[in-house]
Nanobody, 118 residues
Framework: QVQLVESGGGLVQPGGSLRLSCAASGRIFGIYVMGWYRQAPGKQREWVAGITSSSATDYAASVEGRFTISRDRDKNTVYLQMNSLKPEDTAVYYC????????????WGQGTQVTVSS
């Protein structure tokens, strides 16, 4: 079982930037299509971005052009660079296998809180 640890969240003003990290415990992590997700208070968890083993990427329309997902296999880590942040980006952010593999998701990590507010 792969263990996931998200970090890098915080409080940022609208228009600001944050870089989130997702560190995984297992070396097999590198072969999976990975995704970032977020859950705002009172809302369902939603998919934000995905990256394949060959680093092809895909984004939700709400973050396209502002967020960038990347991965470092040597560090067993997936990143989410978030720019031009908006208040509606406020949520707890999580990583896991991409949404296409929801039937075999690993256990969710604790997530990292992102708050966008002036």
């Amino acid at each position: 079982q792969v263990q996931l640890v998200e970090s890098g969240g915080g409080l940022v003003q609208p228009g600001g930037s944050l870089r989130l990290s997702c560190a995984a415990s297992g070396r097999i992590f590198g072969i999976y299509v990975m995704g970032w997700y977020r859950q705002a208070p009172g809302k369902q968890r939603e998919w934000v971005a995905g990256i394949t083993s060959s680093s092809a990427t895909d984004y939700a329309a709400s973050v396209e052009g502002r967020f960038t997902i990347s991965r470092d296999r040597d560090k067993n880590t997936v990143y989410l660079q978030m720019n031009s942040l908006k208040p509606e980006d406020t949520a707890v952010y999580y990583c896991n296998k991409d949404r296409a593999y929801s039937s075999s998701w690993w256990d969710w990590g604790q997530g990292t809180q992102v708050t966008v507010s002036s």
